[in-house]
């Protein structure tokens, strides 16, 4: 799932992580990066593909703005796009927010290295 380059001056969120805590934070990022306009309203979220019930997990989350698997019945901000390629989803941004299990963090770190945009910064909600 492509999207376009960052242009201008804002900045681009990417969420790396989709499960209950991942969408928690989707749900405060997404309102929060609509609301200050030093921020793009886009927010990217990683998302691994999972199917349910015959769809993929990512079409579900875009489409009725629901993680039907994680957070039933919470519903995300229409600016956060579940996105199922890490690099896709973390393409050009300027603060990554790291949400999921710490053993998947090196081999994901390994694919994003460089795809950020310059001056980077990372914040970890990762659980011990």
Same mark, same amino acid.
């Given at each position: 799932?492509?999207?376009?380059?960052?242009? *201008?001056?804002?900045?681009? /969120?990417?969420? /790396?992580?989709?499960?209950?805590?991942?969408? +928690?934070?989707? =749900?405060? /990022?997404?309102?929060?990066? =609509?609301?200050?306009?030093?921020?793009?309203?886009?927010?990217?979220?990683?998302?691994?593909?999972?199917?349910?019930?015959?769809? =993929?997990?990512?079409?579900?989350?875009?489409?009725?703005?629901?993680?039907?698997?994680?957070?039933?019945?919470?519903?995300?901000?229409?600016?956060?796009?579940?996105?199922?390629?890490?690099?896709?989803?973390?393409? *050009? +941004?300027?603060?990554?927010?790291? /949400?999921?299990?710490?053993?998947?963090?090196?081999?994901?770190?390994? =694919?994003?290295?460089?795809?950020? +945009?310059? *001056?980077?910064?990372?914040?970890?909600?990762?659980?011990?």
């Amino acid at each position: 799932m492509a999207h376009p380059p960052h242009y *201008g001056g804002n900045k681009r /969120v990417a969420i /790396v992580g989709s499960g209950n805590w991942g969408c +928690a934070i989707a =749900k405060i /990022v997404g309102v929060n990066c =609509k609301r200050h306009p030093e921020f793009d309203d886009e927010v990217r979220m990683w998302t691994f593909e999972e199917m349910i019930n015959g769809r =993929k997990l990512t079409e579900i989350i875009n489409s009725e703005h629901e993680n039907v698997k994680y957070m039933k019945g919470i519903r995300l901000p229409d600016n956060v796009v579940a996105d199922p390629d890490v690099v896709s989803a973390t393409k *050009g +941004a300027h603060v990554l927010i790291f /949400v999921l299990p710490h053993q998947f963090l090196g081999g994901l770190c390994k =694919k994003i290295a460089g795809n950020h +945009a310059p *001056g980077c910064i990372a914040i970890s909600l990762i659980k011990a």
